[in-house]
């Protein structure tokens, strides 16, 4: 049989062709068994899960190349060896053996992983016993820290680096601290420790301790931990206690930042301990003795003392003398002559200020104090230093409806009545003859030393002139007078030597006259003679009616002509009118608000009006005041009560017939006037009397107005 051709070819090479069989072998089978032997062999020991010794063999950037023996080298990152890496080439290392071919065929090791199975069960053991560990804090990562713990890191969260909050973490890198294992995960290798549970537990055993240690009435030394509105908590070496606000001081405190700070060291007593609360309450003030015990060795009654305003109420200032021990100046005890309506008008916090003692009691820790006996009371020589009769200039403090306060010296008020201001004229109002603020001079009248009051005069300056008066202005005598003021009742003028007169409306020479200010004009100047002189009263009653008995008709005519009445207009009725309902609206809404308020208004007795008639020319004088001769008008009140319960609902809605008929017929002219004033307050039975307002003229015809509807309900 033929021998089969063996395959070959032919390898060029320099020398020329080199044939090649390409059926031989390389390795007989001897060989190739015994290769795969030595290669088992090598795969002894290798298994998957386990830790195996390596050598490094190579580090590039990221990354280091250790050689387990295995046919191929095993690639570990750079950051597994620490940071900066503690490596080099041909340090032999354990390492954790995860796969022996991934899917690239590469070796997969990890040194952490070692370093964990490594020393797990170790961790395990401090875990599960709650035993204490040392690790050093290497590096500091989001929310916490790095820790070197037995070789392998740990987690230790800022929350748990101390027992109080942590800012700056980076104190912290590079120190030792003992720790311990809270939380363990071997399949996530995950290790969290706490250096806040060892400061607890070493807390919790000095507190132990001291607790034990502690006795009431112990002055012991602490930290002031933190500060609060009612006091402060001080660490006493593992325990807090409360230094309450109250006990901090024998005087005021208003907040406990003002006697202590923060991380002040300061000495405590132990004033009560709660074994059971394992609360304790501390003093600081007891350390001092209470300054009341010798309060009244210190402050003798009667004796002056400085200290400083710390309160002020509305009844008075409270004055610290010391630390502990304030003393009550009350608003009655600040000044001789000033009325004080508050303390602060006298004084202000912090304010030093004398003052002298007027009772202790050591019971109550009340002491009271006078501010105005510093000083002798100043009304005790006020009769010597200002005798009746004297004259004084004083300056004009304030001015009041019925006179003004002149301050005769600092703190010394008189009275200089507005009766006491001119012998002649009829002063309506203080400011008319004297200024807030000027200098005047006045004479002493009188001294009340008891009530504490001085009356002052302006006219007793001169002497009365009434006696002189008498003469000049005796019954019959002609004068001429300035119209000062107009009345319904009659005319004030200006006499001679700054004398005032009254001329009533009946003696003004012109009958026709409805009222006086229709003829009349305030500065006119009027032919008088006078009527009536009353030296007691101070009134003198003048009338041109009886001046013109006696003159030519020329003359007479010339002053009727001068002062007739004047034309009385559609638009005047119309205005007047108007502003009468305005005036009854008016009232009537305040009567409204009042009864609404359930209020009703005080009841006022209003006097007739009187109308000074003349007697016959032969007499040649008025009929005085008082007389039977007078003519009482009916009272608005007593017409209104004539009025049908129709009439009087119409008028309090403002639409009355009379007040229609004003406007239709010149007629109802009257009815447009106000009610009948009163004659001058000058004249009328020898007492002043201030006019009536205009509010009180719509208070008094509300007042009539709810007198009508009462009736009105009763009917």
């Not at 006219?459 to 019959?476: E, H, I, M, N």
């Amino acid at each position: 049989m033929a021998e089969q051709q063996q395959p070959h070819a032919n390898i060029k090479a320099k020398g020329g062709d080199i044939p090649v069989d390409l059926e031989s072998k390389e390795y007989s089978d001897e060989e190739f068994a015994e290769m795969l032997r030595l290669y088992d062999e090598t795969l002894k020991g290798i298994a998957e899960g386990e830790i195996v010794k390596g050598e490094v063999v190579a580090i590039d950037k990221d990354s280091v190349i250790v050689d387990i023996g295995f046919k191929s080298e095993g690639e570990i990152p750079l950051s597994e060896f620490g940071e900066p890496p503690l490596v080099k080439v041909g340090d032999e290392v354990d390492v954790f053996l995860e796969n022996v071919e991934d899917q690239d065929g590469q070796l997969v090791i990890s040194k952490q992983k070692a370093d964990f199975l490594r020393v797990w069960d170790q961790i395990k053991s401090v875990y599960e016993n709650n035993e204490t560990v040392e690790g050093e804090l290497i590096r500091r990562v989001k929310g916490g820290i790095i820790v070197d713990l037995f070789g392998v890191e740990a987690f230790l969260p800022g929350s748990q680096i101390d027992v109080k909050l942590v800012k700056n973490f980076d104190q912290f890198i590079g120190k030792k601290f003992p720790l311990k294992v809270i939380k363990v995960n071997k399949s996530r290798r995950n290790i969290v420790v706490s250096r806040r549970a060892v400061l607890e537990e070493e807390q919790e055993r000095r507190k132990e301790e001291l607790l034990a240690q502690l006795k009431e009435g112990d002055v012991r030394e602490g930290l002031v931990k933190n500060i609060t509105d009612f006091g402060v908590f001080v660490d006493l070496g593992g325990v807090d206690g409360l230094l309450h606000i109250t006990d901090m001081s024998w005087g005021r405190v208003s907040h406990p930042s003002e006697l202590v700070a923060i991380g002040d060291r300061i000495n405590v007593k132990i004033l009560n301990y709660d074994q059971e609360r394992k609360r304790v309450s501390l003093g600081l003030k007891q350390l001092t003795p209470p300054p009341w015990e010798s309060v009244e060795e210190k402050y003798p009654i009667g004796q002056k003392v400085r200290g400083k305003i710390v309160s002020i109420t509305s009844y008075g200032a409270f004055i610290q003398l010391e630390e502990g021990v304030e003393g009550l100046i009350h608003i009655s005890e600040m000044s001789w002559t000033q009325h004080i309506r508050h303390p602060s008008q006298m004084v202000a916090i912090g304010d030093i200020v004398e003052a002298v003692v007027l009772d202790i009691n050591k019971d109550e820790k009340k002491i009271s104090l006078s501010l105005k006996q510093v000083e002798p009371d100043p009304w005790l020589s006020i009769e010597e230093r200002y005798p009746v009769g004297a004259r004084v200039t004083g300056k004009v403090r304030s001015l009041t409806n019925f006179g003004a306060f002149i301050e005769i010296e600092d703190g010394i008020d008189g009275l200089l009545h507005i009766s006491d201001m001119s012998w002649t004229k009829k002063v309506r109002h203080p400011s008319e003859l004297v200024k807030k603020g000027s200098k005047v001079e006045v004479v002493v009248l009188k001294v009340d030393k008891a009530n504490r009051r001085i009356s002052l005069g302006l006219k007793q300056l001169t002497p009365d002139p009434w006696d002189g008066l008498a003469v000049r202005f005796a019954p019959g005598t002609v004068t001429e007078g300035k119209v000062t003021q107009l009345l319904d009742s009659g005319a004030v003028v200006e006499l001679e030597g700054d004398v005032e007169g009254f001329v009533p409306a009946s003696q003004l020479g012109q009958p026709e006259l409805k009222k006086p200010s229709d003829g009349f004009n305030v500065r006119d100047i009027l032919p008088l003679k006078v009527i009536e002189f009353d030296k007691e009263r101070k009134k003198i009653v003048l009338s041109v009616e009886e001046y013109l008995k006696e003159r030519e008709k020329e003359e007479i005519e010339e002053y009727k002509r001068k002062h007739a009445p004047r034309p009385v207009t559609i638009a005047d009725m119309v205005s007047e009118s108007h502003e009468l309902k305005t005036e009854r609206g008016e009232a009537e809404a305040k009567e409204e608000q009042r009864e609404e308020a359930g209020s009703e208004p005080e009841e006022t007795v209003e006097q007739p009006a009187v109308e000074v008639k003349p007697k016959s020319s032969s007499e040649g004088e008025a009929t005085p005041a008082g007389t039977e001769a007078e003519k009482t008008e009916e009272l608005p009140e007593n017409k209104e009560q004539k009025e049908s319960p129709k009439k009087r609902g119409s008028r309090r809605k403002g639409t009355s017939p009379e007040a229609k008929a004003t406007v239709e017929s010149p007629q109802n002219e009257a009815q447009l006037k106000p009610p009948v004033e009163e004659n001058h307050p000058s004249y009328e039975n020898g007492t002043d009397k201030d006019e009536e307002s205009g509010e009180e003229k719509q208070q008094k015809s509300a007042k009539k107005r709810s007198r009508k509807r009462k009736e009105t309900e009763e009917g």
